[in-house]
């Protein structure tokens, strides 16, 4: 069997906040998960999202050590229109997120902004200029 692509993971150093942001983006976290070490859920497409507190993987590896340095991924949500990503960017950076670039109209016929999570991993919000 080939490998399946199953599992996003990421790595936060505050549970609570990081789970904050991603309720308020609208992802089905369960109530009272920022208490635990780790949390996933499944979305609609199967894959599965996956958050662990840093010291839960030093649980297992000793000599981890957050990257430093700029984030070399992000997560990116589509919107349903270039308003939609207006509404959300305004929502979230009020609601004291990060907003890293302002939505603006991409040369390559998008929507587009970026907001960073509470541990600086890009989140980018999108939707197509014009209809499909």
């Given at each position: 069997?080939?490998p399946?692509?199953?599992?996003i993971g990421?790595?936060?150093?505050?549970m609570?906040?990081?789970?904050?942001?991603?309720?308020?983006?609208?992802l089905?976290?369960?109530?009272?998960a920022?208490?635990e070490?780790h949390?996933?859920i499944?979305?609609?497409n199967?894959?599965?999202?996956?958050w662990d507190?840093?010291?839960?993987?030093?649980?297992f590896?000793?000599?981890y050590?957050p990257?430093?340095?700029?984030p070399r991924?992000?997560l990116?949500?589509r919107?349903?229109?270039?308003a939609?990503?207006?509404?959300?960017?305004?929502?979230?950076?009020?609601a004291g997120?990060h907003?890293?670039?302002?939505?603006w109209?991409a040369?390559w016929?998008?929507?587009?902004a970026?907001?960073?999570?509470?541990?600086?991993?890009?989140v980018?919000l999108?939707?197509?200029?014009k209809p499909?």
């Amino acid at each position: 069997m080939t490998p399946q692509f199953d599992l996003i993971g990421m790595v936060v150093t505050d549970m609570g906040r990081t789970l904050d942001f991603y309720r308020r983006i609208g992802l089905p976290v369960p109530p009272g998960a920022e208490h635990e070490p780790h949390v996933e859920i499944t979305l609609d497409n199967g894959v599965r999202l996956a958050w662990d507190t840093v010291e839960t993987i030093r649980g297992f590896d000793s000599g981890y050590a957050p990257a430093t340095g700029g984030p070399r991924a992000a997560l990116a949500f589509r919107c349903a229109d270039p308003a939609e990503v207006d509404r959300w960017y305004a929502e979230m950076t009020a609601a004291g997120h990060h907003g890293h670039l302002a939505p603006w109209d991409a040369f390559w016929g998008q929507r587009y902004a970026v907001l960073h999570d509470p541990d600086g991993n890009g989140v980018d919000l999108f939707a197509p200029l014009k209809p499909e």
